[in-house]
């Protein structure tokens, strides 16, 4: 069973950066899409960040020019450079792969906590 494998969570002050990183245990076939997903305590799983393999990204607007996902094709990785952070990015972050060969199918990672926080 393939897994989404995460890094890069911690506890951060106000202002302060992290960067995430995701990579699959082993190699995935046909993956069209990578992305972060964020689930703070009470609330529902919210997008993050998304990037296609041709590039294309989309951001929460929370998390526009703080946020910056980058995507490594050749080895199926994904990373979220998070920048000037806010105690409200408080949240497990899950990595996301969207699959695509022949009908669309999702993995998820395990999450890694990001604390912002003085």
């Known amino acids: 069973q393939v897994q989404l494998v995460e890094s890069g969570g911690g506890l951060v002050q106000p202002g302060g950066s992290l960067r995430l990183s995701c990579a699959p245990s082993?190699?995935?076939?046909?993956?069209?899409?990578m992305g972060w997903y964020r689930q703070a305590p009470g609330k529902q799983r919210e997008l993050v960040a998304t990037i296609t393999s041709g590039g294309s990204t989309n951001y929460a607007d929370s998390v526009k020019g703080r946020f910056t996902i980058s995507r490594d094709t050749a080895k199926n990785t994904v990373h979220l450079q998070m920048n000037s952070l806010k105690p409200e990015d408080t949240a497990v972050y899950y990595c996301?792969?969207?699959?695509?060969?022949?009908?669309?199918?999702?993995?998820w990672g395990q999450g890694t906590q990001v604390t912002v926080s003085s």
């Open positions: 996301n792969a969207v699959v695509y060969n022949g009908g669309y199918g999702n993995y």
């Open positions: 082993r190699s995935i076939f046909g993956i069209y899409a």
